[in-house]
């Protein structure tokens, strides 16, 4: 298992359906040698939901001949930065490593008494793409894990497609993962999400999308960023309106600084009808995340 307390960094972003293959081509990647895996991955829990309402995702993954137990917690962000405890583990299988699951920390109070209870519930199906990179920011090297997801999740009888990009920090500085997404929205159209597969596929399965209430800056950028990620997976209609609005909201919000408003204002004409983004889109997006999330612990 990793350490007793691991902490996940990450940098989700979301692709257009030209997206992969633009990443793939990008001249920071073109020349990386990338290592291509297909995973087959069943998220659990129990048939009352509770490990979702607790924002805790209970996973099994096979890859390469080999089945992992990942336990991940609530992530703490917005604007497509995500940080989160994180457990990983090599299991003989079939079913669930209950034993040492009853040992970690989130399931030391209440989730304790739901352990055989927890049955599959949806699944992820795609092909990963990844890339060891390293990055200087502040006067520092990083090391970023890029990785390339393209398949589908598959949860309640609906299917969504998956198509992102998550660059997660392996050593070093987080700004490196703001520098790095940033050089990449130069040339590709992409937006920040933050909403995890496993967030995604319970709300597919329910058919219920809910969007946090909404009262600085950061908070409108993550219901917008929440909504555009509904939108794509629901394609009800009101959820575009909600993503206008709340861009909207943020363009004119009084706390902003005259650079932030800037990006600000340039985000809601840089959406499609298809709520799909233009280049703009993801530059802006990514310089106000960076810029708000120095308000946070997240730096």
């Known amino acids: 298992m990793k350490t007793p307390t691991p902490v996940e960094v990450e940098l989700k972003l979301a692709l257009t359906p030209e997206g992969p293959a633009a990443l793939r081509q990008h001249p920071r990647l073109a020349s990386q040698p990338a290592l291509q895996q297909s995973l087959t991955n069943t998220y659990f829990d129990s048939p009352q939901g509770d490990l979702a309402k607790a924002r805790i995702a209970l996973r099994l993954r096979q890859v390469d001949g080999q089945l992992l137990q990942t336990v991940k917690t609530a992530g703490q962000g917005s604007g497509g930065l995500s940080q989160r405890q994180e457990w990983e583990w090599q299991i003989t299988g079939p079913g669930l490593d209950l034993t040492t699951l009853a040992e970690l920390p989130p399931f030391q109070g209440e989730l304790s008494g739901v352990l055989d209870a927890l049955a599959p519930q949806l699944s992820t199906d795609f092909t990963r793409r990844s890339w060891q990179l390293k990055e200087g920011a502040q006067g520092q090297e990083s090391h970023i894990e ?9 949860s309640g009888g609906y ?16 700004e490196a993962l703001w520098a790095l997404a940033l050089t990449l929205a130069e040339q590709i159209a992409l937006r920040p999400s933050d909403s995890s597969k496993a967030a995604r596929g319970n709300a597919l399965s329910e058919q219920r999308w809910l969007l946090p209430q909404a009262h600085s800056p950061a908070e409108w ?11 794509h997976d629901s394609q009800q209609a009101s959820f575009l309106s909600d993503v206008q609005q709340a861009l909207t909201t943020l363009a004119d919000h009084p706390e902003l600084d005259v650079t932030s408003r800037g990006y600000a204002q ?11 983004p233009n280049k703009a889109y993801g530059k802006a997006a990514l310089a106000l995340a960076h810029r708000l999330a120095h308000q946070t612990a997240l730096r």
């Open 146 to 154: 890029l990785v390339l997801d393209e398949g589908e999740i598959i």
């Open 159 to 174: 299917r969504t497609p998956i198509r992102e990009a998550e660059l997660e920090l392996k050593g070093g500085d987080p």
């Open 221 to 231: 950028q993550h219901r917008a960023t929440l909504a555009l990620d509904a939108y």
């Open 266 to 276: 340039a985000l809601p004409s840089a959406l499609d009808a298809h709520g799909q």
